[in-house]
């Protein structure tokens, strides 16, 4: 592994990866968090929506590139690793990293990526692959004891706009029970994850 070569020899002493759901709370967690200057710098460097956000401000991608190769590439998953370790980390060499479900597969991905299992050996945990990134890995499980509230948080969160008025349409409950099954879907991903694991 170049972990320490490819971030200046700063390895963290911990990573910290927040596994959640959507809309559980977690962007507040790591906003206060990031007000320590101590454990890192908590952001969803893996969702696969600002992959390419991150990439340019990080300038890893080629001059007129805007978006990412199909399949992540060795050398391109490897920089972008390396940049995550060194904007997530903190003055306590403590790493922290935002990780819904959702975010873990393309975590993952990329992993298997920088770092591909030797033909005829066995193949390793995703845990296992990602730890060789980040390591002395611990995972913060949050979750939401109410997911109807946080899938109606979810729901209102997608609908941002000037406040509804008189006589606006009421709520689609139906979309809001569809987001609360997705949540404890996620969840009982993450609960299986961690069994593995």
Not at 117 to 123: A, H, K, R, S, W
Not at 142 to 152: H, W
């Amino acid at each position: 592994m170049t972990v320490t070569a490819e971030t200046g020899g700063r390895e963290p002493e911990l990573s910290c990866l927040i596994a959640t759901t959507p809309w559980s709370g977690s962007q507040l967690l790591c906003q206060a968090l990031r007000a320590t200057r101590l454990v890192g710098d908590p952001r969803d460097y893996f969702n696969p929506f600002e992959v390419v956000t991150y990439s340019v401000e990080w300038r890893l991608l080629r001059p007129g590139h805007n978006h990412l190769p199909r399949y992540p590439e060795q050398e391109f998953a490897r920089r972008y690793l390396a940049a995550v370790t060194k904007a997530a980390m903190g003055q306590g060499r403590v790493l922290s990293v935002n990780l819904p479900w959702s975010h873990q597969r393309w975590l993952a991905r990329f992993a298997r990526a920088a770092a591909p299992d030797v033909p005829g050996t066995p193949t390793r945990s995703d845990a296992a692959v990602v730890e060789q990134w980040f390591p002395r890995t611990r995972y913060l499980y949050l979750t939401s004891r109410d997911r109807v509230r946080q899938a109606a948080r979810w729901y209102r969160g997608q609908r941002r706009g000037p406040a509804p008025a008189a006589g606006a349409p009421h709520p689609d409950f139906q979309e809001i029970r569809w987001i609360e099954t997705l949540i404890s879907r996620q969840d009982k991903s993450w609960v299986s994850y961690f069994q593995v694991h």
